[in-house]
């Protein structure tokens, strides 16, 4: 069992930058594939991030390659998100996921409450 929680959500102005945090229970952390999704108002849930559980594969969707950038810290049971020239189409609730087979798209087994992250204009 894994109890994932996201913080570091917030509201910032187009352009800035917001790292997520995604802590994570457990003594065997860094056996597991983690990602990051997000689900804006109305639209479907869509992933945003992975990372491997030795932290040396990562896999990003389109949309934010070259803008995002997820890594972990395996001693601190905790893997981030760090967000740079977000932009409005960015805003959306943010969940972390943990997988120990599977990474990129999914399926993940265990989730997170989800964080929000809202970019104005």
């Known amino acids: 069992q894994v109890q994932l929680v996201e913080s570091g959500g917030g509201l910032v102005q187009a352009g800035d930058s917001l790292r997520l945090s995604c802590a994570a229970s457990g003594r065997t952390f860094s056996r597991y594939n983690m990602g990051w999704f997000r689900q804006a108002p109305g639209k479907e849930r869509e992933f945003v991030a992975t990372i491997g559980w030795s932290g040396g594969s990562t896999y990003y969707a389109d949309s934010v390659k070259g803008r995002f950038t997820v890594s972990r810290d395996n001693a601190k049971n905790t893997v981030y998100l760090q967000m740079n020239s977000l932009k409005p189409e960015d805003t959306a609730v943010y969940y972390c996921?943990?997988?120990?087979?599977?990474?990129?798209?999914?399926?993940?087994?265990?989730w997170g409450q989800g964080t929000q992250v809202t970019v104005s204009s």
């Open positions: 996921a943990a997988d120990a087979k599977h990474w990129r798209t999914g399926p993940y087994d265990y």
